[in-house]
């Protein structure tokens, strides 16, 4: 069984800058995709961004030229890097693995944005 553990989440003021890490543990799998999810109070589950295998990427248009997201494959890891943040970034943000033929989801972590 994956487990997906995210970290790096916190109290943030608008204009400022956070790094979200998610692992995946165990081994002997392939990762197909990594992704980052958030969700807002009252909103819907919202995709961020998307790390393939394949070094390719999907950005979201909300946060693009401000997020950035980077798989790891030697250590399991996708990284969520972003800038300028406003005070709408704020949500739980949750780390999904795409490790066929499952799919996996992480705890999720909050991120506030202060004004």
């Known amino acids: 069984q994956v487990q997906l553990v995210e970290s790096g989440g916190g109290l943030v003021q608008a204009g400022g800058s956070l790094r979200l890490s998610c692992v995946a543990s165990g081994s002997g799998y392939s990762i197909t995709a990594m992704s980052w999810y958030r969700q807002a109070p009252g909103k819907e589950r919202e995709l961020v961004a998307r790390a393939y295998a394949s070094s390719s990427t999907d950005i979201a248009y909300s946060v693009r030229g401000r997020a950035t997201v980077s798989l790891e494959r030697a250590k399991n890891t996708v990284y969520l890097q972003m800038n300028s943040l406003k005070p709408e970034d704020t949500a739980v943000y949750y780390c999904?693995?795409?490790?066929?033929?499952?799919?996996?989801w992480g705890q999720g972590i909050q991120v506030t944005v202060s004004s």
């Open positions: 999904n693995a795409d490790i066929y033929p499952n799919n996996y």
